[in-house]
């Protein structure tokens, strides 16, 4: 058994107001690192922590570095009324994204449906937070963003297409949202340090070594020298090259081709995002209620093992973020004392949350 | 070494008129038969037997027993500048979506997209198709269809949601589209004879026997009795259940709940196709360029086994296509006389292709 690594359980409120006085204290305007925090607060409290306030310390030295831009104006480079092409001039990828959802959820209120891809960004965090900002409870939404080259094609022997994370969100009635949030790799880098860590053979047909050749051993190589498999082969490889298409091919920018290592900078990001409102086709509470009815089939479905469950897409953040409303978010100590250091650093005052959870 | 099949090398156009003088012969209008076969023939010519001519008994049988109506009228049940709710009235899928695609074509070169829900439908072939034809050399096109309830959920054991095919098509410049087109089980019913007859075990998770179990043993059960696993377990279920929404939710019909067995008749088939014009984000010609620069820095790519290749999304589709043109479309003897045999029983004439292939 594990030692249970010291954790803070942090209202939702307060982390968030955390992040963005960090943020705020190293130059970023007050509300565009509200967004910012917000945006990463989200992703902790539906227990995605990869992408949670774990990030303040690395987006702060892309802010100290000059590789983002503290100051996000979005540049409209063409506009129908259907579709935007947005240049985030370099802005931190949560603050260009919620500027480019709101623009595409309004066009998309006028038109019935809008699509906007946007280059010149950063890394956007989940992309079901923004596939649920664009939903709302009226519409279908859905998000993409390209990333660096990490993910192997079918024959490939190294890293060809990006992870190219997708989401859709549609909005049910009684449930929570149908949300689901993919990456085109089987699965994320960091989970190799946990199969190595149970001593468990990798899945199959789900990592490369850097030899090229398919392997199960978590131990055989540098956790970072694996290469990721596409999900189902052809048909997540595919995915991502369709993702590229959507993102930095209607963008305008350059795709993602030169892999320079796991922690290299990239040259820019690209993402794309659509909206599109239910009552053009129907009665949205009468589709919401589809969407119920078809969230209770999938759960009245018989299982295998007694006490497993079908789980419709989305459902398991839900749960989490429904149990953390409630408790607390729960943050690895290191991960709040790094965002006390930062704030420390930049003279920033931090007392109430200092007081309020006796850190 | 198993006994070569006896085929004929068919000029597609010939085996497209057979197709349709047959189903001409059954009551079916001249341009819908023609429309019909067309679609299965351009299925055979990229190399996807499963849905090309072999089918045409099958869909004769549906005529005969009226389960399809010979005559297709589409009705609108709902229309705004980006939506279309279309009802096929139980036409044959292929006529229905070959009407559809035009409406929804033609509507996006109006407003830049559409997005068309179709219900009242039946089996539509390949998502490919469809999409290809949205797509023309100047859109991005997809398309999508529901299906009787044959892929189990993660965690459940018997058959919970369709198959679901979708299909995005991307047009290049110096290259065949970029055509993606997969359904959401790991591989078809039809595989497991194979597998059987080969002797190899099943790649890993992806069948479960009538048990609720994994099983690699494709000898183990009937193989009508496996059930499949979704590609990429929660992220091929996911994208499932989103198919289901944006077709038959959107559309206004009864999603698929009800598994009746793999030959039971469906209630009704529901579609979705859309088309976005790329002049509302970039040159169109740039962006065609873009796609060739993509396809070239994929085929670019290092392989693990000399003699490999990278191939992207359609491209072995796209290089049978060119190679039938030339050599003519191989279809198996069976296949021919069955049509021939159903041409005969209604007197139609196919003096044509007896004569011209010696059969």
């Given at each position: 058994?594990?030692?249970?690594?010291?954790?803070?359980?942090?209202?939702?409120?307060?982390?968030?107001?955390?992040?963005?006085?960090?943020?705020?204290?190293?130059?970023?305007?007050?509300?565009?690192?509200?967004?910012?925090?917000?945006?990463?607060?989200?992703?902790?409290?539906?227990?995605?922590?990869?992408?949670?306030?774990?990030?303040?310390p690395?987006?702060?030295?892309q802010?100290?570095?000059?590789?983002?831009?503290?100051?996000?104006?979005?540049?409209?480079?063409?506009?129908?009324?259907?579709?935007?092409?947005?240049?985030?001039?370099?802005?931190?990828?949560?603050?260009?994204?919620?500027?480019?959802?709101?623009?595409?959820?309004?066009?998309?209120?006028q038109?019935?449906?809008?699509?906007?891809?946007?280059?010149?960004?950063?890394?956007?965090?989940?992309?079901?937070?923004?596939?649920?900002?664009?939903?709302?409870?009226?519409?279908?939404?859905?998000?993409?963003?390209?990333?660096?080259?990490?993910?192997?094609?079918?024959?490939?022997?190294g890293?060809?297409?990006?992870?190219?994370?997708?989401s859709?969100?549609?909005?049910?009635?009684?449930?929570?949202?149908?949300?689901?949030?993919?990456?085109?790799?089987?699965?994320?880098?960091?989970?190799?340090?946990?199969?190595?860590?149970l001593?468990?053979?990798?899945?199959?047909?789900?990592?490369?070594?850097?030899?090229?050749?398919?392997?199960?051993?978590?131990?055989?190589?540098?956790?970072?020298?694996?290469?990721?498999?596409?999900?189902?082969?052809?048909?997540?490889?595919?995915?991502?090259?369709?993702?590229?298409?959507?993102?930095?091919?209607?963008?305008?920018?350059?795709?993602?081709r030169?892999?320079?290592?796991?922690?290299?900078?990239?040259?820019?990001?690209?993402?794309?995002?659509?909206?599109?409102?239910?009552?053009?086709?129907?009665?949205?509470?009468?589709?919401?209620?589809?969407?119920?009815?078809?969230?209770?089939?999938?759960?009245?479905?018989?299982?295998?093992?007694?006490?497993?469950?079908?789980?419709?897409?989305?459902?398991?953040?839900?749960?989490?973020?429904?149990?953390?409303?409630?408790?607390?978010?729960?943050?690895?100590?290191?991960?709040?004392?790094?965002?006390?250091?930062?704030?420390?650093?930049?003279?920033?005052?931090?007392?109430?949350?200092?007081?309020?959870?006796?850190?």
């Amino acid at each position: 058994m594990e030692t249970a690594e010291k954790t803070y359980n942090i209202d939702e409120k307060d982390l968030a107001r955390l992040g963005a006085v960090v943020f705020e204290a190293y130059g970023v305007p007050r509300e565009d690192a509200e967004i910012l925090s917000l945006s990463l607060a989200e992703a902790d409290i539906r227990g995605i922590k990869s992408h949670g306030m774990v990030r303040v310390p690395i987006y702060i030295d892309q802010f100290v570095n000059g590789k983002f831009s503290k100051e996000t104006k979005l540049t409209v480079k063409k506009e129908t009324p259907v579709s935007l092409v947005l240049d985030g001039n370099n802005g931190p990828g949560a603050v260009v994204s919620a500027r480019a959802v709101m623009m595409t959820r309004k066009k998309a209120e006028q038109s019935g449906f809008a699509f906007a891809a946007v280059h010149g960004s950063n890394h956007f965090g989940t992309a079901g937070y923004w596939s649920e900002m664009l939903a709302g409870d009226d519409m279908i939404g859905f998000a993409s963003t390209n990333s660096i080259p990490i993910v192997a094609a079918p024959a490939g022997t190294g890293r060809g297409i990006g992870s190219n994370p997708f989401s859709y969100t549609i909005p049910a009635n009684k449930y929570a949202s149908v949300c689901l949030d993919v990456s085109v790799g089987v699965m994320a880098q960091g989970k190799i340090y946990e199969y190595a860590r149970l001593g468990k053979p990798l899945p199959e047909n789900a990592w490369l070594g850097p030899d090229g050749q398919v392997t199960r051993d978590p131990k055989q190589w540098d956790p970072m020298d694996y290469v990721m498999i596409p999900f189902g082969m052809h048909k997540g490889f595919g995915l991502g090259v369709v993702m590229e298409m959507l993102t930095s091919g209607l963008a305008g920018a350059e795709f993602h081709r030169q892999y320079q290592g796991l922690n290299a900078k990239m040259t820019e990001n690209s993402h794309c995002f659509w909206a599109m409102r239910i009552d053009a086709f129907t009665d949205v509470k009468k589709y919401r209620d589809q969407v119920d009815a078809y969230i209770e089939y999938l759960h009245s479905l018989p299982v295998t093992n007694p006490g497993d469950k079908v789980y419709y897409p989305g459902e398991i953040e839900a749960v989490l973020k429904a149990k953390y409303l409630r408790e607390g978010v729960p943050v690895a100590a290191k991960v709040v004392e790094d965002m006390l250091g930062l704030a420390a650093g930049a003279s920033a005052d931090v007392s109430f949350i200092k007081s309020k959870y006796h850190i």
